[in-house]
């Protein structure tokens, strides 16, 4: 059996979904208990606040840092994975990645691949693109796999298919595993589904792998993971190959444990996942496991965009935990679907810009309420509604204005209506001669004002003077009898 995931959707009708999705009370259920279950997770693993800004400010202090080296850090950990045998390839594109990962499959002729959690994978519609080319991918993490049974993108970053229901599993279990029948048992859903990705670890030429983590001084690569299915998948095939978003190394390796530490307790309320990976390098010569070949696959799609910028440099701190979706009040209403994005939520909003261009995402900076609840929890706090407000405005930017780092899709909802109002506006309030000016003309010319003509000011009940002392309240209401 062959999985194709369906192919990307832009999120050029994300108000239309939005108003599907609030339409529809089971998914707003769901979401609504899911997301009240994982926030209050999370906060019981963070009970000493003192200690969770300390952590934070650990956190932010090591991703900034890697921010401020990237370059030297990257160059570094390239040196580093191939002194120890690992081949280390740039993708500048997601599509240039599809093409290095089909290549690889070619010289080996592969028709198999498993795939563990990787959502820079998603970004790149690997699973499609391997298809097309008679490439079959089997997703080997059950979220994963349940969306790709579905022929959906997930809806979460770290738990893909928190959308569907115990029944909506079962009967994707029922119609697409031969042999399975209908049952809500989780537990049996869970095995049934070990069962059929079992035979597809053996089965495999190749596994693909994402990357939480990589230490530049070590040459480690870091996976994070519950269910075992990274391991097998970079374990058990001949050829490994691992994807990561450039900005996912760090300086050193004891920087990851802070980081690993805010990762799992802000992303599922975990103090500790059930695996961690390290992976340095193919099998060594007297080994009896581990794959042959290792290859690391550096992914930029778009993350020089935001790194070239000062302010907007701070999306790549990101480590990917999913606590600001947990918390935002459009996501737990909406869900992750809703956005047509590979992230979703807050992150989705600050990331999808430079992934996807402007033009391609200009409406989902403003789907916020700028609440500042994700920033209030990001663990390594990334300021995301000053970031929101910053990709508002370049998205009504002139495009034709030269600025210094131009976003793609610079200007997508631009109007020369609108730009022409608020240069007025800015131009009234800068200096007091004007804005008396406008005032005094403002207040003439009130009684052309839309509120007048429309007349609801007449159905406002005029304020009456408080009544000044207990005598005038009693003469109002007339005396006791
Ligand atoms: S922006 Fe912050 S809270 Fe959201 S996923 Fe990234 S690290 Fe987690």
Redesign the pocket.
């Known amino acids: 059996m062959s999985h194709s995931p369906m192919h990307f959707v832009p999120p050029a009708d994300f108000k239309a979904r939005a108003r599907a999705a609030l339409d529809d009370p089971k998914l707003r259920q769901s979401f609504r208990g899911a997301m009240d279950f994982l926030q209050g997770k999370r906060a019981a693993q963070f009970p000493d606040g003192d200690e969770l800004e300390h952590l934070r400010d650990l956190g932010e202090a090591i991703r900034r840092h890697v921010l401020a080296n990237l370059p030297d850090l990257l160059t570094q950990l390239e040196a580093r994975l191939t002194a120890a045998g690992v081949q280390v390839h740039w993708a500048e594109t997601a599509d240039e990645a599809n093409a290095i990962i089909h290549r690889i499959a070619q010289s080996h002729d592969a028709r198999r691949v498993i795939k563990g959690k990787s959502m820079a994978s998603e970004e790149m519609e690997l699973n499609h693109y391997l298809a097309e080319r008679g490439i079959d991918c089997i997703e080997s993490d059950m979220g994963e796999y349940i969306v790709q049974l579905a022929g959906e993108k997930p809806s979460h970053?770290v738990m893909p298919a928190i959308h569907k229901t115990r029944g909506d599993i079962a009967e994707l279990f029922e119609a697409n595993i031969p042999g399975t029948p209908y049952t809500e048992d989780v537990d049996e859903l869970i095995q049934t589904g070990r069962r059929a990705l079992r035979q597809r670890f053996v089965d495999a030429d190749i596994g693909v792998s994402g990357v939480n983590f990589a230490a530049a001084d070590t040459g480690t690569l870091w996976l994070v993971e519950n269910e075992g299915n990274g391991r097998l998948s970079t374990t058990v095939p001949d050829v490994h190959i691992a994807i990561m978003g450039m900005e996912k190394v760090v300086a050193r390796l004891e920087h990851i444990v802070p980081l690993s530490s805010l990762l799992t307790r802000?992303?599922t309320g975990q103090a500790i996942t059930t695996y961690f990976n390290l992976i340095s390098g193919p099998r060594r010569p007297g080994e009896l496991d581990g794959p042959r070949e290792v290859h690391l696959v550096l992914l930029d799609n778009g993350r020089s965009q935001a790194f070239a910028d000062t302010q907007l440099r701070a999306t790549l701190?990101?480590?990917?935990?999913?606590?600001?979706?947990n918390h935002c009040p459009v996501y737990t209403r909406i869900g992750g679907q809703a956005y047509g994005t590979t992230y979703p939520?807050?992150?989705g909003k600050?990331i999808s810009p430079h992934l996807m261009g402007l033009e391609a995402t200009a409406d989902l900076p403003t789907a916020s309420s700028l609440c500042g609840a994700?920033g209030e929890?990001?663990?390594?706090r990334?300021p995301?509604p000053q970031l929101l407000i910053r990709l508002r405005t370049e998205a009504r930017r002139d495009p034709h204005e030269t600025v210094a780092h131009p976003l793609r899709g610079q200007g997508a909802r631009y109007s020369q209506g609108e730009h022409l109002i608020w240069r007025f506006w800015s131009g009234a309030f800068a200096h007091p001669f004007r804005y008396r000016l406008f005032r005094w003309a403002a207040t003439r010319l009130r009684a052309l004002t839309p509120s007048r003509q429309m007349g609801w000011t007449r159905h406002r009940l005029p304020l009456t003077p408080a009544p000044r002392s207990l005598a005038d309240l009693l003469n109002e209401k007339g005396q006791p009898e």
């Open positions: 970053i802000s992303a701190q990101c480590i990917r935990c999913g606590a600001c979706m939520g807050p992150i600050i994700c929890v990001c663990p390594v990334i995301i």
